[in-house]
């Protein structure tokens, strides 16, 4: 089973906002508690790009394998803060799916938090569509 897993974190290295670790069928995010949403969200998707440019995950869209090295449309992670109201009265993320691209909608005022909490629960509904698969060291993990 694919796991993503978001952590609010107190001992990161000064400065440092985001870190990203893989194992099989994991990847572990942890982000710095006392950063606010527009530090975050752009910390994450640097972060994430830098991350994907050598991870092996893969996203199934509609019969067609799309990887971080797809030249059409490379599988990017982008979070965005919501300025447009896509959020519902309460909602702190929104995960809308596209082929090569996860965007992350995030309310401004979520606090890490309560950004991760919800995260959590979204990416493991969002993740048991099995549309996303892993090659772990020859494995291949769903």
Request: with cysteine; glycine share 6%; hydrophobic share 45%.
């Amino acid at each position: 089973m694919l796991r993503v897993v978001y952590e609010a974190a107190d001992d990161l290295k000064p400065g440092q906002l985001v870190t990203i670790g893989e194992d099989r069928g994991l990847i572990t995010v942890r982000i710095r508690r006392t950063a606010d949403a527009f530090d975050y969200t752009r910390a994450l998707t640097e972060e994430l790009d830098a991350f994907l440019a050598s991870a092996e995950w893969y996203q199934l869209w509609k019969s067609t394998i799309v990887s971080p090295q797809s030249t059409e449309c490379p599988v990017r992670v982008v979070y965005v803060l919501d300025f447009d109201g896509d959020l519902e009265a309460g909602e702190f993320v929104k995960i809308r799916e596209h082929q090569g691209l996860v965007k992350i909608t995030v309310d401004p005022e979520a606090r890490v938090d309560l950004f991760v909490a919800a995260l959590n629960r979204a990416i493991e509904k969002f993740l048991s569509g099995g549309q996303w698969f892993q090659h772990w060291q020859g494995e291949i993990v769903t």
